[in-house]
């Protein structure tokens, strides 16, 4: 089992900026892919950003060049860099891992932004 932490959430004005963590642990497991997804109130859950071991970081169109994501492998961590916030990218955000074929979430930060 793979448990997840995620940190970072809050409310800003739009053009700002915030950062997100996702902190992993658990008892022998493996991280595969670490990635982001969000919800906002109505909608379906979409992907924001995800990135494998080692492949290039996969963005939503709607994110590109103003979000990214890294990860820290010795510390199990993966982080969101998000700046030009738009109110659109208000949502709760979830941490995302894919562990031995098994796919873990976290419980979700909300991320406002204000007009």
């Known amino acids: 089992q793979v448990h997840l932490v995620e940190s970072g959430g809050g409310l800003v004005q739009a053009g700002g900026s915030l950062r997100l963590s996702c902190a992993a642990s658990?008892?022998?497991?493996?991280?595969?892919?670490m990635g982001w997804f969000r919800q906002a109130p109505g909608k379906q859950r979409e992907l924001v950003a995800l990135?494998?071991?080692?492949?290039?970081?996969n963005y939503a169109g709607s994110v590109k060049g103003r979000f990214t994501i890294s990860r820290d492998n010795a510390r199990n961590t993966a982080y969101l860099k998000m700046n030009s916030l738009k109110p659109e990218d208000t949502a709760v955000y979830y941490c995302?891992?894919?562990?031995?074929?098994?796919?873990?979430w976290g419980q979700g930060t909300q991320v406002t932004v204000s007009s």
């Open positions: 995302y891992v894919l562990s031995s074929g098994r796919g873990f």
């Open positions: 658990g008892s022998s497991f493996s991280i595969g892919a």
């Open positions: 990135i494998g071991g080692s492949a290039s970081p």
